[in-house]
C-alpha cells in the first residue's frame, strides 16, 4: 500500500501528468506534491481547489440518490478549461476524510478517463496516518 510520496509520483507517470498534489479541503494545505502547478504557486492552487473541492462536498445537491451515507458524497471532481483538465479525487480514509488527489493534466497529450481510472485506483490504495 502506497504512501503519499509513491502514490503521487505514479500519478505523474500518467500520460500528460503536469503535477499532482495531496490536499487537505479545510485547510487548504497541500500534503505533498510534485511537478509543477498553475501559474507556479503550489499554495495558491491547492488553496483554490480545496474551495471547489469543499463547496462540491457540502451540497446536498451531490449526494448519493440511494440515501446511503458517504463521507464525501462526491466521488471526484473534473474541471476543464482550453488547455487541461483537473481532476480531484476524494480519499475515503477510516477518520473524517478531508482531503483529496487533486492532478493536473494537460489536455493535448492526457487520456481524461485513464488518468480517473487510475487516480481512483490510487486513492483507493493511499495509506494515509
Known amino acids: 500500500m502506497p504512501g503519499i510520496d509513491e502514490c503521487l509520483l ?57 440515501g ?13 478549461n482550453r488547455d487541461s483538465y483537473h481532476l480531484l479525487q476524494f480519499v475515503r480514509t477510516s477518520f473524517d476524510s478531508s482531503v483529496f488527489l487533486h492532478l493536473w493534466l494537460g489536455r493535448a497529450d492526457g487520456n481524461l478517463a485513464l488518468a480517473r481510472i487510475r487516480l481512483g485506483e490510487m486513492a483507493g490504495r493511499l495509506v494515509l496516518g
Open 68 to 80: 446511503e451515507e458517504a463521507d464525501p458524497p462526491v466521488e471526484d471532481l473534473i474541471i476543464s
Open 10 to 66: 505514479e500519478a505523474m507517470r500518467l500520460p500528460g501528468a503536469r503535477g499532482a498534489a495531496l490536499v487537505d479541503w479545510t485547510s487548504g494545505l497541500a500534503l505533498g506534491s510534485v511537478g509543477e502547478f498553475p501559474g507556479g504557486d503550489l499554495e495558491a492552487a491547492a488553496a483554490e481547489a480545496a474551495e471547489v473541492a469543499r463547496l462540491t462536498a457540502e451540497q446536498r445537491a451531490f449526494a448519493p440518490e440511494d
